[in-house]
């Protein structure tokens, strides 16, 4: 039924010089095409692990549309691959699975951008890292010093971001420039188990560990002016970047809910050529209560990232001064599902969109976007690697039939921990980084040889196939003077 | 408790792979590898102390699967729920009872306090291997990380 012969590149067909596809065809149980975004001399790299493979065991889902789709920056995950996204139809069994959104739900980005020239930054850039650094717990087993009681913490899951205004964190403007507005609605905090309530007693305003990280970078090329000054950017500006998630909260709620679909899965007669591809109808009762859950996890996660918004901002005018500040240009997520609206040979459907290391980007006059984005689209923030630059992509009108408005999250891991630890030796990489014009404040040396450029793919390229395939368009490329990491 | 464990190269998580002598055994390993993963430093220093050595840290730990491979998911991720819940690692177990579909186990640990931490988001049950071999029970399961 699911056998798994390894994929080639005479498996796949050629749409245009960056999308390719695999067949229905191509596997007896595929239920649709599985569709990648890459170039030819990229399948090699691509093909190195099972990410493919997994790819195609997405098209299997029950209610799958149109295809499952590859990002450029696709590597080998569980269940879904990183940079993954696939719709199912909400209301003809279409499937919800927390593993098509990953651990760390609503891991994504929040991009602020600074009033003060990279001139006068530069100066400072030692002890702005060493303030930032201070400010902003990281690493595993650091709590945040934000204390707040079990009430607050169902606030916080119900409204998210929004909550934190009120309570004086942040501003209006921050919750504007953000993917739903920091609060999704549906939140039900009655579905966050204790488990996943005691790993967050502490962890709000924290950046954690692995690939999160703080980042100071200077704005370094403008690839669209007219849409640049929309966004705020000129060259030699200075941007902060903050890339985290939902902490343990959202890795235990992913547990709970991948445990609980799978004791349901054979009540629901599904046969998956994975178990990490638990999954539930969206309208049963688990998927309706796995959804609730998400989004209440999603929602602390948007209070995470804004909570750390706010801790950089006071870091930052300690050292630049108080009329030094930083606006927050937009805030995306890369790992979570949402219910939109799509067409579907001709006819507007309700799905539920996977994306799972991938990132919304929708186009000009969507009614998702804040008026002043409106006319020219949704930002999408991919951020590089500590040694590489970062974009700013602005969504495509052409994206939400190609891909349901969905490019690519980041570099995209090449290589592995164990093997970029091998490889590279932490401190070499300090001095590299250091000769680079980069500051780097982390403490543990094996945890930024893992994180090393060399263990990324080229973020030029895959930035380069999402312009290409007109998933989003390059505005501007921001290189990075200093990396703060747990 | 017989057996071992090593931590295999991944893409972008890690892979545990453990044998054991018997079943029980392999439930052990597994621990032992996690918390390896997660703090080689506090292992270290238990392995320094004689064996003898009486663990400060105790957690009493009951965990159900619908089958064995769910078993093993549920209990490392109520295993991985008590290291990032307590900051501990756990070194020393006592299986108090396990069959395919239950086990109950005694954890015996350290603090990780002060100490650099790896970080293990979930144990999945992506490409999860459980089976029996002509020298007892092998078993491999990948960690997001």
Redesign the interface.
């Known amino acids: 039924m699911n056998e798994k012969r390894r994929i080639t590149l005479a498996d796949l067909v050629k749409i245009n010089e960056y999308l390719f596809e695999i067949p229905a065809s191509f596997r007896s149980d595929m239920r649709v095409p599985a569709r990648v975004y890459m170039t030819a001399t990229m399948f090699d790299e691509i093909n190195e692990d099972t990410s493919l493979q997994q790819l195609v065991n997405i098209t299997t889902l029950p209610g799958i549309k149109k295809h499952a789709l590859a990002m450029p920056d696709i590597h080998q995950g569980y269940g879904f691959p990183i940079g993954g996204v696939a719709a199912t139809a909400i209301d003809h069994g279409g499937v919800i699975s927390p593993g098509g959104i990953g651990y760390d739900i609503n891991c994504g980005v929040r991009l602020l951008v600074a009033n003060t020239p990279s001139s006068q930054v530069l100066p400072l850039i030692e002890k702005l890292a060493t303030a930032l650094y201070n400010a902003v717990p990281s690493g595993v087993g650091r709590g945040g010093i934000h204390r707040y009681t079990p009430e607050d913490l169902t606030v916080i899951l119900q409204h998210g971001a929004k909550a934190l205004v009120e309570r004086g964190y942040g501003n209006e403007q921050d919750l504007l420039f953000c993917e739903e507005g920091g609060s999704m609605d549906g939140a039900n905090p009655d579905l966050i188990s204790d488990r996943a309530r005691h790993r967050a007693h502490d962890q709000l305003g924290t950046l954690g560990s692995g690939n999160h990280f703080l980042e100071i970078q200077v704005v370094e090329k403008i690839y669209d002016d007219a849409v640049a000054r929309i966004f705020g950017l000129e060259i030699d500006m200075v941007t902060v970047m903050i890339h985290c998630g939902s902490r343990g909260l959202g890795h235990q709620v992913c547990t709970d809910f991948v445990r609980n679909m799978d004791n349901a899965i054979e009540q629901f007669g599904f046969s998956l050529p994975d178990r990490e591809l638990a999954c539930a109808p969206c309208t049963s009762a688990q998927g309706r209560d796995y959804y609730a859950a998400m989004v209440a996890a999603a929602n602390f996660a948007w209070a995470n990232r804004h909570m750390i918004g706010h801790m950089v901002r006071k870091a930052w005018q300690e050292v630049m001064g108080s009329n030094a500040t930083l606006h927050t240009l937009y805030d995306v997520s890369h790992n979570i599902g949402k219910q939109e609206k799509h067409l579907i040979e001709g006819k507007r459907m309700n799905l539920m969109v996977h994306r799972k290391g991938a990132t919304r980007a929708f186009g000009p006059h969507s009614p998702e976007l804040p008026e002043r984005y409106a006319s020219v689209g949704q930002p999408v923030l991919i951020p590089g690697t500590m040694g590489t630059s970062s974009y700013v992509l602005v969504g495509a009108a052409d994206g939400l039939e190609q891909s349901f408005g969905s490019s690519c999250h980041g570099a995209g891991r090449r290589m592995s921990r164990t093997k970029a630890k091998a490889m590279i030796k932490g401190k070499e990489l300090r001095k590299h980084l250091q000769k680079l014009g980069i500051t780097v404040r982390c403490d543990s040396e094996s945890g930024l040889a893992e994180e090393a450029p060399r263990a990324y793919k080229d973020i030029d390229q895959v930035v380069e196939v999402v312009h290409g395939a007109g998933l989003a368009y390059k505005v501007a490329r921001m290189r990075p003077i200093a990396v703060i990491k747990g | 408790m017989d057996g071992s464990f090593e931590?295999?190269?991944?893409?972008?998580?890690?892979k545990l792979r453990v044998k054991g002598s018997s079943y029980r055994s392999l439930f052990v390993q597994m621990v032992r590898g996690m918390s390896h993963y997660?703090c080689a430093n506090a292992i270290a220093t238990i392995e320094s102390e004689s064996t003898c050595m009486i663990l400060p840290v105790l957690r009493n730990t009951h965990e159900s699967g619908?089958d064995a491979?769910?078993l093993v998911?549920?209990f490392l991720?109520e295993v991985l729920?008590l290291c990032?819940?307590y900051?501990e690692v756990y070194w020393y177990v006592t299986v108090n009872n396990c069959t395919q579909q239950s086990i109950s186990a005694t954890l015996y640990g350290i603090s990780?306090?002060g100490r650099?931490?790896?970080?293990i988001?979930?144990?999945?049950?992506?490409?999860?291997i459980l089976e029996e071999s002509a020298t007892g029970w092998i078993a491999e399961v990948?960690f997001?990380?």
Request: glycine share 0%; proline share 0%; hydrophobic share 45%.
């Open positions: 931590l295999v190269a991944h893409t972008a998580d890690v997660l619908r491979t769910a998911v549920n991720s729920y990032d819940r900051n990780t306090a650099n931490v790896q970080d988001k979930a144990v999945t049950f992506h490409d999860l990948l997001d990380i």
